[in-house]
């Protein structure tokens, strides 16, 4: 009986040797393993054989298969490269050939003015040494307002400001939710920012918009001051307008930080004068910011007594309305060609 199997397999090795297609292979596999004149007919009789030729018959059919269907998948794979290099020889595409150089790009589309600003905004924090994180839309109520010192009686908390989606979870209003988890790292120094899409129940205007882009940004390390904050702000806002950005610090209040800080720059679309964008002010708000309060360290472990660190957040639309001089920030994402157009 192994011999008729070493027979039955050589001859199946033989038929695949000269098949020509990948189907051609599949049927010489099933006749190879099939009950009427393969080996599922020749073992039917092992049954009848004594103890110590079933431990031979047994073990050579499982080898014969095992071998075949190894060789069966390659002569698969050597017709699918043959097969492939004759179609590249009669076809006229040739892979090797470089780019049209005087390709127009213009008539094929470009990013919008919002890409741009967080493809920039991102890139130059990376080369300030920041990790780039990211996370989820729908967040715990810790995540999003526990973890960050928001006291229970705080307004963002209510259903006229925050979408909620089931107990207990919510979209999240600002990507500061990704502020515990990286300080649970306790990787320091740390330096990391957040870009994401935030969710508020609030109407839409020529400023906000309902669904919204932040960048959230921490840094925390031993001996961080008031002063690294203001300096990497005002680095960053010179290499995104490329030029001297008059700025001013005002006192503020976020539940996250302590002191609560609110970074204004002059206003780049009118220039001081006022207009809809800044209110008629002149300056217009860009960063809330401040040093992370001591209870968002002690709520992720880190002891305030010996790490200090700074937190900031903006919305991307602001600062590409401020760049581009886009007074209406709907207008970015109304899909009209004439607008977009004027960007390319």
Same mark, same amino acid.
């Given at each position: 009986?192994?011999?008729?199997?070493?027979?039955?397999?050589?001859?199946?090795?033989?038929?695949?040797?000269?098949?020509?297609?990948?189907?051609?292979?599949?049927?010489?596999?099933?006749?190879?393993?099939?009950?009427?004149?393969?080996?599922?007919?020749?073992?039917?009789?092992?049954?009848?054989?004594?103890?110590?030729?079933?431990?031979?018959?047994?073990?050579?059919?499982?080898?014969?298969?095992?071998?075949?269907?190894?060789?069966?998948?390659?002569?698969?794979?050597?017709?699918?490269?043959?097969?492939?290099?004759?179609?590249?020889?009669?076809?006229?595409?040739?892979?090797?050939?470089?780019?049209?150089?005087?390709?127009?790009?213009?008539?094929?589309?470009?990013?919008?003015?919002?890409?741009?600003? @967080?493809?920039?905004?991102?890139?130059?924090?990376?080369?300030?040494?920041?990790?780039?994180?990211?996370?989820?839309?729908?967040?715990?109520?810790?995540?999003?307002?526990?973890?960050?010192?928001?006291?229970?009686?705080?307004?963002?908390?209510?259903?006229?400001?925050?979408?909620?989606?089931?107990?207990?979870?919510?979209?999240?209003?600002?990507?500061?939710?990704?502020?515990?988890?990286?300080?649970?790292?306790?990787?320091?120094?740390?330096? @990391?920012?957040?870009?994401?899409?935030?969710?508020?129940?609030?109407?839409?205007? @020529?400023?906000?918009?309902?669904?919204?882009?932040?960048?959230?940004?921490?840094?925390?390390?031993?001996?961080?001051?008031?002063?690294?904050?203001?300096?990497?702000?005002?680095?960053?806002?010179?290499?995104?307008?490329?030029?001297?950005?008059?700025?001013?610090?005002?006192?503020?209040?976020?539940?996250?930080?302590?002191?609560?800080?609110?970074?204004?720059?002059?206003?780049?679309?009118?220039?001081?004068?006022?207009?809809?964008?800044?209110?008629?002010?002149?300056?217009?708000?860009?960063?809330?910011?401040?040093?992370?309060?001591?209870?968002?360290?002690?709520?992720?472990?880190?002891?305030?007594?010996?790490?200090?660190?700074?937190?900031?957040?903006?919305?991307?639309?602001?600062?590409?309305?401020?760049?581009?001089?886009?007074?209406?920030?709907?207008?970015?994402?109304?899909?009209?060609?004439?607008?977009?157009?004027?960007?390319?």
């Amino acid at each position: 009986m192994v011999s008729q199997i070493l027979s039955l397999a050589a001859k199946a090795k033989a038929d695949i040797e000269s098949a020509t297609t990948s189907e051609a292979i599949d049927d010489i596999i099933k006749g190879f393993l099939g009950k009427n004149g393969g080996l599922g007919e020749i073992l039917k009789g092992i049954k009848d054989l004594p103890d110590d030729q079933k431990k031979l018959v047994g073990p050579e059919a499982n080898k014969q298969k095992d071998a075949l269907l190894s060789f069966a998948e390659q002569k698969k794979s050597a017709l699918a490269e043959a097969a492939l290099t004759a179609a590249l020889e009669t076809s006229t595409f040739d892979p090797t050939m470089p780019g049209k150089k005087n390709l127009n790009l213009e008539q094929l589309g470009g990013l919008s003015p919002f890409t741009r600003m @967080a493809d920039k905004a991102v890139r130059v924090f990376e080369k300030l040494g920041f990790a780039v994180w990211d996370g989820g839309d729908i967040v715990n109520d810790f995540e999003n307002f526990g973890a960050l010192n928001f006291p229970d009686d705080h307004p963002a908390r209510e259903m006229h400001d925050t979408f909620y989606v089931e107990q207990g979870y919510l979209l999240r209003t600002h990507t500061s939710t990704l502020q515990y988890h990286i300080l649970k790292t306790k990787d320091f120094p740390i330096r @990391a920012i957040v870009p994401g899409k935030c969710f508020r129940n609030e109407a839409t205007d @020529a400023r906000h918009e309902a669904i919204f882009t932040q960048l959230e940004g921490i840094v925390v390390d031993t001996n961080i001051t008031v002063t690294h904050l203001i300096a990497t702000l005002e680095l960053f806002l010179k290499e995104i307008f490329e030029e001297d950005v008059k700025t001013r610090i005002r006192p503020g209040y976020f539940p996250f930080v302590e002191p609560g800080l609110e970074l204004e720059i002059h206003c780049l679309v009118c220039h001081g004068s006022g207009c809809r964008l800044c209110k008629g002010l002149g300056w217009i708000e860009v960063m809330p910011c401040g040093m992370i309060h001591p209870n968002v360290l002690k709520n992720a472990g880190v002891d305030p007594e010996k790490y200090s660190g700074f937190a900031f957040g903006f919305g991307l639309s602001r600062l590409t309305q401020l760049k581009y001089a886009i007074a209406d920030c709907r207008l970015m994402y109304a899909d009209d060609p004439k607008f977009l157009g004027q960007f390319q």
